[in-house]
Protein backbone atom coordinates (compact mmCIF):
# COMPACT_ATOMS: atom_id res chain seq x y z
CA UNK A 1 0.00 0.00 0.00
CA UNK A 2 1.41 3.26 -0.93
CA UNK A 3 0.94 6.33 1.37
CA UNK A 4 0.14 9.58 1.18
CA UNK A 5 2.85 12.30 0.47
CA UNK A 6 4.26 14.18 3.08
CA UNK A 7 3.18 17.99 2.60
CA UNK A 8 7.04 18.19 3.71
CA UNK A 9 9.50 15.89 3.66
CA UNK A 10 10.42 14.78 7.64
CA UNK A 11 13.25 12.65 8.89
CA UNK A 12 13.57 11.47 12.83
CA UNK A 13 17.17 11.93 14.34
CA UNK A 14 17.30 7.92 14.80
CA UNK A 15 16.43 7.48 11.43
CA UNK A 16 19.33 9.50 10.05
CA UNK A 17 21.74 8.12 12.81
CA UNK A 18 20.67 4.40 11.50
CA UNK A 19 22.08 5.85 7.88
CA UNK A 20 25.33 7.49 8.68
CA UNK A 21 25.95 4.38 10.88
CA UNK A 22 25.31 2.48 7.92
CA UNK A 23 22.63 0.10 9.90
CA UNK A 24 19.69 0.22 7.41
CA UNK A 25 19.69 -2.52 5.50
CA UNK A 26 16.89 -0.92 2.70
CA UNK A 27 17.56 2.84 2.43
CA UNK A 28 14.91 3.10 0.55
CA UNK A 29 12.52 2.29 3.47
CA UNK A 30 14.18 5.44 5.25
CA UNK A 31 13.57 7.49 2.53
CA UNK A 32 9.98 6.36 2.32
CA UNK A 33 9.44 7.04 5.79
CA UNK A 34 10.73 10.48 5.22
CA UNK A 35 8.36 11.33 2.18
CA UNK A 36 5.17 9.74 2.74
CA UNK A 37 2.73 9.22 5.35
CA UNK A 38 1.99 5.51 5.79
CA UNK A 39 0.36 3.11 8.24
CA UNK A 40 3.18 0.75 10.75
CA UNK A 41 2.62 -2.98 10.62
CA UNK A 42 1.94 -4.97 13.73
CA UNK A 43 5.77 -6.44 14.55
CA UNK A 44 6.62 -9.30 17.34
CA UNK A 45 8.48 -6.23 19.14
CA UNK A 46 7.16 -5.67 22.99
CA UNK A 47 6.96 -2.10 23.11
CA UNK A 48 5.31 -2.10 27.05
CA UNK A 49 8.54 -4.24 28.09
CA UNK A 50 11.20 -2.36 25.71
CA UNK A 51 8.96 1.23 27.53
CA UNK A 52 9.17 -0.12 30.86
CA UNK A 53 13.41 -1.23 30.82
CA UNK A 54 13.40 2.27 29.01
CA UNK A 55 11.59 4.62 31.75
CA UNK A 56 13.38 2.55 34.49
CA UNK A 57 16.53 3.61 33.38
CA UNK A 58 15.52 6.94 32.87
CA UNK A 59 14.13 7.63 36.42
CA UNK A 60 17.19 5.77 37.89
CA UNK A 61 19.43 8.63 35.62
CA UNK A 62 17.45 11.77 36.61
CA UNK A 63 17.43 11.26 40.03
CA UNK A 64 21.20 10.53 39.93
CA UNK A 65 21.65 13.86 37.62
CA UNK A 66 19.53 15.96 40.55
CA UNK A 67 21.40 14.83 42.99
CA UNK A 68 24.23 16.04 41.54
CA UNK A 69 22.49 19.49 41.26
CA UNK A 70 21.20 19.18 37.58
CA UNK A 71 18.21 20.95 36.38
CA UNK A 72 17.11 17.99 34.45
CA UNK A 73 15.00 18.01 30.85
CA UNK A 74 13.11 15.23 29.66
CA UNK A 75 12.18 14.28 26.56
CA UNK A 76 9.02 16.44 25.05
CA UNK A 77 10.81 18.76 26.82
CA UNK A 78 13.88 18.40 25.03
CA UNK A 79 11.87 17.92 21.51
CA UNK A 80 12.68 20.13 18.18
CA UNK A 81 12.23 20.21 14.29
CA UNK A 82 14.56 22.25 12.34
CA UNK A 83 13.98 22.80 8.50
CA UNK A 84 16.71 22.86 5.93
CA UNK A 85 17.94 25.77 4.57
CA UNK A 86 19.30 24.47 1.23
CA UNK A 87 16.79 21.32 0.92
CA UNK A 88 13.63 20.91 1.57
CA UNK A 89 13.42 18.45 4.94
CA UNK A 90 12.73 18.36 7.97
CA UNK A 91 14.82 16.89 10.90
CA UNK A 92 13.00 16.19 14.40
CA UNK A 93 14.33 14.58 17.28
CA UNK A 94 14.06 14.53 20.85
CA UNK A 95 16.67 13.51 23.41
CA UNK A 96 15.92 11.39 26.43
CA UNK A 97 17.52 14.21 28.92
CA UNK A 98 19.11 17.36 28.95
CA UNK A 99 20.75 18.13 31.87
CA UNK A 100 21.80 21.61 33.28
CA UNK A 101 24.00 23.33 35.66
CA UNK A 102 26.24 26.29 35.89
CA UNK A 103 26.37 26.45 31.77
CA UNK A 104 27.78 23.21 30.74
CA UNK A 105 24.57 21.06 28.91
CA UNK A 106 24.45 16.79 28.72
CA UNK A 107 22.86 15.52 26.32
CA UNK A 108 21.65 12.01 27.50
CA UNK A 109 20.34 8.92 25.46
CA UNK A 110 19.03 5.81 27.50
CA UNK A 111 19.69 2.60 25.51
CA UNK A 112 18.09 -0.54 26.86
CA UNK A 113 19.61 -3.09 24.09
CA UNK A 114 23.03 -3.59 22.48
CA UNK A 115 25.25 -0.94 21.42
CA UNK A 116 25.05 0.70 17.84
CA UNK A 117 26.73 2.75 15.88
CA UNK A 118 24.07 4.54 15.13
CA UNK A 119 23.63 5.57 18.85
CA UNK A 120 26.98 7.72 18.61
CA UNK A 121 25.50 9.38 15.84
CA UNK A 122 22.19 10.15 17.40
CA UNK A 123 24.03 12.15 20.21
CA UNK A 124 26.23 13.59 17.97
CA UNK A 125 23.19 15.30 15.62
CA UNK A 126 21.56 16.43 18.87
CA UNK A 127 24.80 18.25 19.89
CA UNK A 128 24.67 19.31 16.56
CA UNK A 129 21.22 20.56 15.86
CA UNK A 130 19.52 21.45 19.84
CA UNK A 131 21.57 25.19 19.89
CA UNK A 132 20.58 26.13 16.68
CA UNK A 133 17.11 24.72 17.34
CA UNK A 134 16.41 25.09 20.76
CA UNK A 135 16.70 28.68 22.63
CA UNK A 136 17.43 26.91 25.74
CA UNK A 137 20.71 25.21 24.73
CA UNK A 138 22.16 28.17 22.79
CA UNK A 139 25.36 29.51 24.51
CA UNK A 140 25.88 26.14 26.45
CA UNK A 141 28.56 24.26 26.46
CA UNK A 142 27.39 20.96 25.48
CA UNK A 143 28.78 17.48 25.83
CA UNK A 144 26.76 14.46 25.32
CA UNK A 145 26.32 11.02 27.51
CA UNK A 146 25.10 7.51 26.04
CA UNK A 147 23.92 6.20 29.46
CA UNK A 148 23.41 2.01 29.19
CA UNK A 149 22.16 0.25 32.03
CA UNK A 150 25.74 -1.09 33.00
CA UNK A 151 27.62 1.79 31.74
CA UNK A 152 27.70 5.88 30.86
CA UNK A 153 29.73 6.55 27.50
CA UNK A 154 31.01 10.35 27.38
CA UNK A 155 30.90 12.05 24.29
CA UNK A 156 32.66 15.31 23.17
CA UNK A 157 31.17 17.88 20.98
CA UNK A 158 34.77 17.54 19.17
CA UNK A 159 33.90 15.32 17.02
CA UNK A 160 31.57 17.02 15.69
CA UNK A 161 33.87 18.37 12.79
CA UNK A 162 33.39 19.41 9.81
CA UNK A 163 33.48 15.76 8.12
CA UNK A 164 30.25 15.30 10.12
CA UNK A 165 28.76 18.14 9.59
CA UNK A 166 28.93 17.12 5.50
CA UNK A 167 28.21 13.57 6.43
CA UNK A 168 24.79 14.63 7.84
CA UNK A 169 23.66 17.06 4.61
CA UNK A 170 21.37 15.84 1.93
CA UNK A 171 23.48 15.71 -1.38
CA UNK A 172 21.18 16.77 -4.67
CA UNK A 173 17.73 15.97 -4.62
CA UNK A 174 17.53 15.90 -0.91
CA UNK A 175 18.55 12.78 -1.07
CA UNK A 176 21.65 12.04 1.55
CA UNK A 177 25.12 10.51 -0.05
CA UNK A 178 26.70 8.56 2.83
CA UNK A 179 29.93 6.89 3.50
Known amino acids: MMGE ?14 LMADEVQCRWAIWFRTHYKYEKLSSSFDSAKWNA ?3 ALLRSRVCDLETEGYAVYLEGENWFE ?5 FPVKVSGKPDILAIADGQGFVEDCKTGRRKNSDLYQVLIYLLLL ?4 PRYQGLRLAGRLVYPTEVMEIQADQI ?3 FKVTTQP ?9
Not at 131 to 134: F, G, L, N, R, T
Request: charged letters at 20%; zero cysteines.
Open 171 to 179: QGEGRWELP
Open 53 to 55: SHQ
Open 5 to 18: PKPFAAIWVTWLAR
Open 161 to 163: NEA
Open 82 to 86: IAGRS
Open 131 to 134: PVSH
